[in-house]
């Protein structure tokens, strides 16, 4: 890959040992949100999907959303757009939903060996991507099902 990619990728793996990365991506949460549906609801934040009132686009029920949106509100999420692996929706964001393998939840992702064969950190970090809720959005549209409980927890 060349002199440039050797260069960057050791002073990379300089900063991960000496930990000045680790340092610059401290996480340090500065206050609680409790948020409730009601409380959500009320606000008057502009959001990039606008409200369901809003939207002109013709609704139309498809059966392949029916299905895919149906799968996730059974606690059957879509991983990496292909899978769906055994998953839970008890909120346990630090567990491989295939190994059953749980991270520790205050431990920096520096320090967790995303390499390793038995517990696949992907499989974690791919359901904090939210690309079920698409599915789950474009369902409550077109289908006016109210989703909205689902999203928030």
Known sequence: MGPA???????????IKCGSIKRRNEFKPTQQLNST??????TTTNYIIPTKSNITLKKTKNTALLTKALECLNGNILYFNSAYPKSLLENKWHT????????????HWLAINEFSPENDIKYVWERSRFCFLYDIIRYDYH????CSQFAIN
Do not use: A, E
């Open 96 to 107: 491989n939903p295939v190994t059953g393998f749980t991270y520790p939840k205050n431990q």
């Open 37 to 42: 549906l009601n409380d959500w609801q009320k």
């Open 143 to 146: 289908f006016d099902k109210d």
């Open 5 to 15: 990619y050797f260069f960057n990728r050791s002073l990379h793996l300089i900063n």
